[in-house]
Structure formats: structure tokens, C-alpha cells
């Protein structure tokens, strides 16, 4: 079980805020401020205030290289975000149009040669579905076993899969195919909220540093690749 740490203030002995946002303590300040604006207590905070001010100017984003702000107030990453968001949405829209569609979900079967020729059976097991966007269409996002070892307590016969080239229209990649479907009641039911808006895992996405169309910053540090949403398509294929 994981811990969350409650922060306490330190001045009033409240949690949920620290004594740098303590509303008593900053009456506190004002009331003292009012009988000697020399107290040693006003000059103390309004020094750390002015620091602290200082430090937030000088701050760095590491989104777009501007100062002044952080990533988490950047508004020109949130506005990156939306736009990724919007598209996204239609494109796994047109991803689970295909999975219903093909049968493709929790129980389907797929089969593909491998390397050596030998046949490969796969039962699905489930969708990642945070994995689902249209910057990596050739993610292999499908969750699986090898039927030979599907009681394999080591999880060894565990596999990934992407989409079945018929259904992505993808020229490259292992030629998949669909042996026997699944129900549209059993995909639905897999289907987790905030999928089809785009919401879901879209903050891990933007987290990724490979994927440099998702950062302003090039990977040699300059801040002059701009976040162009018509880099992306909705469509299944390339």
C-alpha cells in the first residue's frame, strides 16, 4: 500500500496547507505590519516572499524554454494537450469501430508464423488501452498468451500484439490474422472511461521525451520544435 504524505502547517497546526499559505499566519503578519512595519517577523516574511517571487521569475519551462512559469502552468502545453486530445479521440474512435467491427477483444484468437515458420496461436487477454494514440499506430497494444502456455505460472508465454495488418493497413509488421472473434459485449465491456474522449493515459503520452513532436524542446536542447497538430491523422493507417 502506497503512502501519501498530509502536509501540516507548521504556524496553525492544520494540515492540507503549509505555513507559506496560511491565511492566520498572514493576518498574523498584516496585524504586526499595522503596530511596526520594522518587526523583525515582517521583514523575514516579506524577504522570503520577494525570494520566492524572485525564484518564479527566474524559473525555466522545460516545455517551451520560456521563464516565468513551470511545465504544470504551461499554457502553451496545455494547449498542445487539447489539441493531441481532440484528435485522438477520433482516432480511437476509428480504433474501436475496427475492434468491434473485427471481433477483435478479450478472447479473440490471433494467429501469425513466426521467424522460423512455425504457427503462433495468441489469445487475447485485453487492451491496453492508454497505449492507443495516433502518434504510435504501430504500438502493440494488444495484451495476450501463447496458447501452449497459457497455464504457465512464470507469465512466460505473455505476448504483445499490434493490429492486424488488414485492419491497420500497415505494409510492414508480422502478418496477423483473426482465427476466431470475440463478442461485441465482451470489447465494450472492456472498454475503460475515458478512452473515447481521449482523456485516458494522455499525460503519460506527453510525458514521453522520445516523442519529439510532443515537446517544443529538440533533443539537442533547442526550444524550436513547435507542437504542429497537423503532424497527426485520425486514420488507422500511416
Given at each position: 500500500?502506497?503512502?501519501?504524505?498530509?502536509?501540516?502547517?507548521?504556524?496553525?497546526?492544520?494540515?492540507?496547507?503549509?505555513?507559506?499559505?496560511?491565511?492566520?499566519?498572514?493576518?498574523?503578519?498584516?496585524?504586526?505590519?499595522?503596530?511596526?512595519?520594522?518587526?523583525?517577523?515582517?521583514?523575514?516574511?516579506?524577504?522570503?516572499?520577494?525570494?520566492?517571487?524572485?525564484?518564479?521569475?527566474?524559473?525555466?519551462?522545460?516545455?517551451?524554454?520560456?521563464?516565468?512559469?513551470?511545465?504544470?502552468?504551461?499554457?502553451?502545453?496545455?494547449?498542445?494537450?487539447?489539441?493531441?486530445?481532440?484528435?485522438?479521440?477520433?482516432?480511437?474512435?476509428?480504433?474501436?469501430?475496427?475492434?468491434?467491427?473485427?471481433?477483435?477483444?478479450?478472447?479473440?484468437?490471433?494467429?501469425?508464423?513466426?521467424?522460423?515458420?512455425?504457427?503462433?496461436?495468441?489469445?487475447?487477454?485485453?487492451?491496453?488501452?492508454?497505449?492507443?494514440?495516433?502518434?504510435?499506430?504501430?504500438?502493440?497494444?494488444?495484451?495476450?498468451?501463447?496458447?501452449?502456455?497459457?497455464?504457465?505460472?512464470?507469465?512466460?508465454?505473455?505476448?504483445?500484439?499490434?493490429?492486424?495488418?488488414?485492419?491497420?493497413?500497415?505494409?510492414?509488421?508480422?502478418?496477423?490474422?483473426?482465427?476466431?472473434?470475440?463478442?461485441?459485449?465482451?470489447?465494450?465491456?472492456?472498454?475503460?472511461?475515458?478512452?473515447?474522449?481521449?482523456?485516458?493515459?494522455?499525460?503519460?503520452?506527453?510525458?514521453?521525451?522520445?516523442?519529439?513532436?510532443?515537446?517544443?524542446?529538440?533533443?539537442?536542447?533547442?526550444?524550436?520544435?513547435?507542437?504542429?497538430p497537423n503532424h497527426f491523422t485520425t486514420?488507422?493507417?500511416?
Amino acid at each position: 500500500m502506497s503512502y501519501k504524505r498530509t502536509v501540516h502547517c507548521s504556524h496553525c497546526g492544520q494540515s492540507g496547507h503549509n505555513k507559506a499559505g496560511c491565511s492566520d499566519y498572514k493576518a498574523q503578519i498584516e496585524r504586526l505590519r499595522g503596530h511596526n512595519p520594522d518587526d523583525y517577523r515582517v521583514r523575514r516574511y516579506d524577504a522570503t516572499k520577494a525570494r520566492r517571487a524572485s525564484s518564479a521569475q527566474s524559473r525555466r519551462c522545460s516545455y517551451c524554454g520560456e521563464q516565468g512559469h513551470n511545465r504544470a502552468s504551461c499554457s502553451k502545453l496545455k494547449s498542445a494537450m487539447e489539441q493531441f486530445r481532440a484528435l485522438n479521440a477520433t482516432y480511437r474512435q476509428n480504433v474501436f469501430n475496427a475492434l468491434i467491427e473485427n471481433g477483435l477483444g478479450p478472447g479473440t484468437i490471433l494467429s501469425w508464423d513466426d521467424w522460423r515458420g512455425n504457427s503462433v496461436n495468441v489469445m487475447v487477454l485485453g487492451i491496453h488501452w492508454a497505449s492507443v494514440n495516433m502518434n504510435n499506430k504501430l504500438g502493440s497494444f494488444i495484451q495476450g498468451a501463447n496458447m501452449r502456455l497459457l497455464n504457465d505460472i512464470h507469465g512466460r508465454g505473455r505476448v504483445s500484439a499490434r493490429l492486424p495488418r488488414s485492419i491497420s493497413g500497415a505494409t510492414r509488421g508480422v502478418g496477423i490474422e483473426i482465427t476466431v472473434r470475440t463478442s461485441e459485449m465482451r470489447i465494450r465491456a472492456a472498454l475503460p472511461a475515458g478512452f473515447l474522449d481521449g482523456t485516458l493515459g494522455l499525460k503519460d503520452i506527453f510525458k514521453q521525451k522520445d516523442l519529439n513532436l510532443h515537446t517544443m524542446k529538440t533533443p539537442w536542447g533547442d526550444f524550436t520544435d513547435v507542437f504542429d497538430p497537423n503532424h497527426f491523422t485520425t486514420e488507422l493507417s500511416d
